[in-house]
C-alpha cells in the first residue's frame, strides 16, 4: 500500500514560482525512484522530474534550469520547486513513486493544478 498527497498548486502570473509537496505514506528512500509528471487536457501524461534513490535526477528539456527536485526525508516528501513559470507549464501535477518489488510498481498522487497566466 503506497498513498501519495500533493500540495502547493495553484494560480501564477509568468515570471512567478510555486513550490509543490509530496508527501508518502512511508520513507522516500524506499523507492527505487520519485518524481513529477504533468498532464494538460488533451495531452499525455509527461515526465517533468525524476529522482533516484542514489539521488540522480533527470528532468524534462522543457524544465531544464528552472525546476528543481528535492526530498525531505525527515517528512518522507518530495519537492519541486518550480521558478520562470511560463503558460506552457500549466497542467495538473502528480506525484509519482516507482518500488520494483510491487505489483504494479508505479504509484501516483491525485494530482495538484498548477495555471500560470501571461
Known amino acids: 500500500q503506497v498513498q501519495l498527497v500533493e500540495s502547493g498548486g495553484g494560480l501564477v502570473q509568468a515570471g512567478g514560482s510555486l513550490r509543490l509537496s509530496c508527501a508518502a505514506s512511508?520513507?522516500?528512500?524506499?523507492?527505487?525512484?520519485c518524481g513529477w509528471y504533468r498532464q494538460a487536457p488533451g495531452h499525455q501524461r509527461d515526465l517533468v522530474a525524476l529522482?533516484?534513490?542514489?539521488?540522480?535526477?533527470n528532468y524534462a528539456d522543457s524544465v531544464k534550469g528552472r525546476f528543481t527536485i528535492s526530498r525531505d526525508n525527515a517528512k518522507n516528501t518530495v519537492h519541486l520547486q518550480m521558478n520562470s513559470l511560463k503558460p506552457e507549464d500549466t497542467a495538473r501535477y502528480y506525484c509519482?513513486?516507482?518500488?520494483?518489488?510491487?505489483?504494479?510498481?508505479?504509484?501516483w498522487g491525485q494530482g495538484t493544478q498548477v495555471t500560470v497566466s501571461s
Open positions: 509519482y513513486a516507482l518500488d520494483s518489488e510491487l505489483v504494479p510498481p508505479r504509484y
Open positions: 512511508r520513507s522516500i528512500f524506499s523507492f527505487n525512484a
Open positions: 529522482i533516484t534513490r542514489g539521488g540522480i535526477t
